[in-house]
């Protein structure tokens, strides 16, 4: 608890207290915490002296702002139209036979979370998808199935 | 003349302010547009697109509550496109809408329902994708949330953060998955919600109403062995008949009393009489804090500040914590009913108290809240057995089939049926107010307040903020203290005014010595049980007959009410004495603010 309130008094000291800097803090907590948990939300709350459920409403509407605890891996496929036309919900299902989990779980040891998101803003080289930072573009069912393998194999 | 704009709606030249919505100008030559998502109270929000219409020289339609009128604009509100915009739109609202009118309580009194039905949305168009796990939440004493039947207007949003500055309801994730919800989707009674049931009045649908009660109240009096007692508030007599066929503003008074005794109520009293007893007792409270800061230069919190609307107690105990110490410690009159009608009222009449169910009937949503209050038990039982509102007592008359036009009035009944003006006008903001300096300034110099017929106009009118000035002169000897003092009363009504009063007394530069807050605009009168649609122009009017009610009573100052002289001399014996303090104040806690 003490940490979080350390963190969000840091970030908000970094960005501004005022409401148009809820995302920039989010997005810092959320680098250094995995996700935004409850208190951690309340405490921004309180730090901007606006409602807990304004910070939700905003939390909530970006894939990348999650506040539910996910995987050390994410792997964020595109869900936009040219990508689901490209083929991802093969790509999914691949994934999900190989994780053991279903679309928007985690696998247990919470090693990777199988999840979709908005436009990445690769389109033209769909489908695509990422795994935390790195991005993977043309997918087929064989390159991802190479791709996470190796991610099981050498990532810890 | 550059800040009028002259345009063309229908064929029809009119001329409006510049910076008008095209919605707004058809009002005003009666051209009806259908709205949704727009609320007079309320900012625009233009997401519900009903309104569209067509502008000459443009492809889209254009969004008539969210459109300035121009100069020159030529406007067609019913042209084929329009009504098939328009009843696409109903069609696709519809098929996300839980459509089980039948059993929604808002049935007949919804927006969306008199639009489907306007536009006949007979087809199949659509196919419905109501989501089957959408549960409702019923875990608030107050309001009930059903997600399946929400539109996604986002007024309640709006409501909650523009008149309340609470924000408890946001709008959370994104496209179709996107849901008016509370913080982490917590159930209502977890979450910081001051139960002020705005957000249920201005909901065009079933999204959100009051928990209701009744069914537990008709088994109540429909049980010999219960004496069941019903107190009504002032304002509900002057916004029932909205519901039962009336104009709004017509004060049903009378009426009322005698459907509730059709409907089998044993006694039909009246929160009035303990409006005024709520009015002694504060009175005499703030002289007692005014006497502690002038006189004997004790700590006393200054100003204080009215506790009639619990909405605005919940308020107060999760915004500013640390400064329960002003609000008065007197229950609001409808606890106090409570109180004494198990313990008072059971006495003079025999009654066992364990057989009384005490049921009160509020303007309000928070109320019901404010009855299940642990601490709200000193009768030794539970001091208010339900709260009902206005709409509840409403559906009450219609069920029992009682044709309400043809009543003839009745009077309440006897003990605690009798009231003042001074009680009357606690349903109109600043009618607190009003009634405690009528009778504090009574108390302090002996003579009526020194206003045209008891009248303390400055404190009335829908400003969100008033104030006024008193000055004391001649006082009795005891009161010698406020001689040729000027007391400044402040007045605020909605939660966003009552906040920048709690932040002047935050940073100690409050210039008032009394003040008044209720939760809702308006007062009682625009409450969260009231009658649905309130706007400004509803709420004037039934502040209108507040004041004529008051006009019309013979006794218009609380200290004059027999029965308040009666309760004293029998029961209570002093004001603030031991058993006032036992049975009519109370406690407040400390509740978390995010």
New interface residues.
Partial sequence: MAEVKELVKKLSKKYGKTRENLIPVLQGIVDEENCLS?AA??EV??EMD????????TA??FSFLN?KEDGKYKIRVCKSITCDMKGKQELIKVMEDMLKVKLGETTQGKRFSLLETNCIGLCDKGPAMLINDEFFTELTPEKVREILGDYIRNKY | MTDKVTLTIDGQNVTVDKGMSILDAAKQIDVRIPTLCHHEDLCVAGNCRICVVEQKGKNTLTPSCATPAEPGMEIETSTPKVRKARKDIMALLVSEHNTQCTTCYRSTNCELQDLAAEYNIDNDIYISVVKPDLNIDKSSWSIEKDDSKCIRCQRCVRTCAELQH?????????GKDMRV????HLPMNE??CTNCGQCITHCPTGALTERRYYDKIWDAIDDPDKHVVINTAPSVRVALGEMLGYEVGTRVTGKMVTALKKMGFDSVLDTDFSADLTIIEEANELLVRLKKAFVTKEEVALPMITSCSPGWVKFIEHMYPEHLAHLSTCKSPQQMFGALTKTYYAEKKGIDPSKIVSVAGMPCAAKKYEANRPEMRDSGFMDVDAGLTTREIGHMIKQAGIDFLELEDSNFDSIMGESTGAGVIFGATGGVMEAALRTAYFVITGRPVPFNDLNITPVRGLEGIKEATIKFEDCLPEYSFLEGVEAKFGIAHGLINARQIMDQIVEGKSPFVFIEIMACPGGCIGGGGQPIPTNDEIRKKRIAAIYEEDMNKPIRMSHENPEIVAIYEDYLEKPLGEKSHHLLHTKYRKRK??
């Fill in positions: 409850k939300m309340r709350a309180q606006i409602s807990a459920a304004e910070v939700y409403g909530s509407f506040t | 609470v924000n408890a309801l946001a709008v959370t994730e994104r919800s509370t913080f982490m979450i910081v603010r995010y």
